[in-house]
Nanobody, 124 residues
Framework: QVQLVESGGGLVQAGGSLRLSCAAS????????TGWFRQAPGKEREFVAA????????NYGDSVKGRFTISRDNAKNTVYLSMNSLTPEDTAVYYC?????????????????WGQGTQVTVSS
């Protein structure tokens, strides 16, 4: 069992940056592929980024490619999402998710564990 807790969300102006953190419980976190998703009001959950168990493989959604970076520190049981050049379209609740596989992808149903989410609001 893995428990995930996101932090780092908040209000930022367009063009600004934020870094989200996802802290995981459990000694075997390093075995899990991990991803970030987001959901804006009235919209479907959207894939943002994923990272393999070792950090050696990453994958990004088209809307964030080149602006967001996912990384992980297995010694700290933490996954990060660095977000740059934020726009109002990035406003959403951001969720961290972990899968019972070492590599995970862009579909929400690949993931077995979810955090409670953290709000990111980008003002124009």
């Amino acid at each position: 069992q893995v428990q995930l807790v996101e932090s780092g969300g908040g209000l930022v102006q367009a063009g600004g940056s934020l870094r989200l953190s996802c802290a995981a419980s459990g000694r075997t976190f390093s075995r899990y592929g991990t991803g970030w998703f987001r959901q804006a009001p009235g919209k479907e959950r959207e894939f943002v980024a994923a990272i393999s168990w070792s950090g050696g493989s990453t994958n990004y959604g088209d809307s964030v490619k080149g602006r967001f970076t996912i990384s992980r520190d297995n010694a700290k049981n933490t996954v990060y999402l660095s977000m740059n050049s934020l726009t109002p379209e990035d406003t959403a609740v951001y969720y961290c998710a972990a899968a019972n596989t070492r590599y995970s992808g862009r579909y929400w149903n690949e993931y077995d564990y979810w955090g409670q989410g953290t709000q990111v609001t980008v003002s124009s």
